[in-house]
């Protein structure tokens, strides 16, 4: 069964300052997709990012980057000069197998505070 | 985008009453919808998955005959919460895909904040 683990369950920066979220997952299948989430104070979900295990290059997107291994199973994800508008609980999910479409396991979050 | 509407955002209802939460992908045909249950601080929990035109597949430990699901179009999901306790209250959250792919990714609603009197 699939699972997905993020260790850090509160991080506190303060502005400016980079942080990395941590994301280990595991899964039986050789094909399946990781995700990053951000559910701001007001509850909803925003989908940052997705990244199939066939393709192991990081991305950057502004301040957001990820960095994905799969020797090591992990999914990271860092903010650069965090802002204060960057505080909230960061979801990682794992989805896997055509069988199970949509269907994603989620991480218990990490949350983020990032103090002026 | 890809939007998704959740209606109500918040409902306070009364121990013994029923309650009907609804998900509506507002650009696109969602051929399948999942409801999520979130408690306090913890993770998101895949309640089921809903498929136009057939019946929900719910999820080991969620009782189908207490949250009631209907997938009637492409557009629309609905989750009733019969006979609702004040175990019940949660942030409920339905999201969409309109593709049958393990790649998609997954559209949000906003939510509906449950509160069981």
């Known amino acids: 069964a699939q699972k997905v683990t993020q260790a850090q369950t509160e991080i506190s920066v303060v502005e400016k300052e980079d942080v990395t979220l941590d994301c280990v997952y595991e899964?039986?299948?050789?094909?399946?997709?990781l995700f990053w989430y951000k559910q701001p104070p007001s509850g909803e979900l925003v989908f940052l990012i997705r990244?199939?295990?066939?393709?192991?290059q990081n991305e950057i997107s502004g301040r957001y980057s990820w960095n994905f291994q799969k020797s090591t199973s992990s999914f990271n994800f860092t903010i650069t000069a965090s802002q204060v508008v960057d505080s909230a609980v960061y979801f990682c999910?794992?989805?896997?197998?055509?069988?199970?479409?949509?269907?994603?396991?989620f991480g218990d979050g990490t949350t983020l505070t990032v103090k002026p | 985008g890809a939007v998704v509407s959740q209606h109500p955002s918040w409902v306070i209802c009364k121990s013994g009453t029923s309650v009907k939460i609804e998900c509506r992908s507002l650009?696109?045909?969602?051929?399948?919808m999942f409801w999520y249950r979130q408690f306090p601080k913890q993770s998101l929990m895949l309640m089921a998955t809903?498929?136009?035109?057939?019946?929900?597949?719910?999820e080991q430990g969620v009782e189908k005959d207490k949250f009631l699901i209907n997938h009637a179009s492409l557009t629309l999901s609905t989750l009733t919460v019969t006979s609702a306790h004040p175990e019940d209250s949660s942030f409920y959250i339905c999201?969409?895909?309109?593709?049958?792919?393990?790649?998609?990714?997954?559209?949000f609603g906003n939510g509906t904040r449950l509160t069981v009197t």
């Open positions: 999201s969409a895909t309109y593709q049958s792919s393990y790649n998609s990714p997954l559209h």
């Open positions: 899964t039986r299948d050789t094909t399946y997709y």
């Open positions: 990244r199939n295990s066939f393709d192991e």
């Open positions: 999910a794992l989805s896997e197998g055509v069988a199970n479409a949509g269907k994603s396991t």
């Open positions: 650009d696109f045909q969602a051929t399948t």
């Open positions: 809903s498929n136009e035109g057939s019946k929900a597949t719910y």
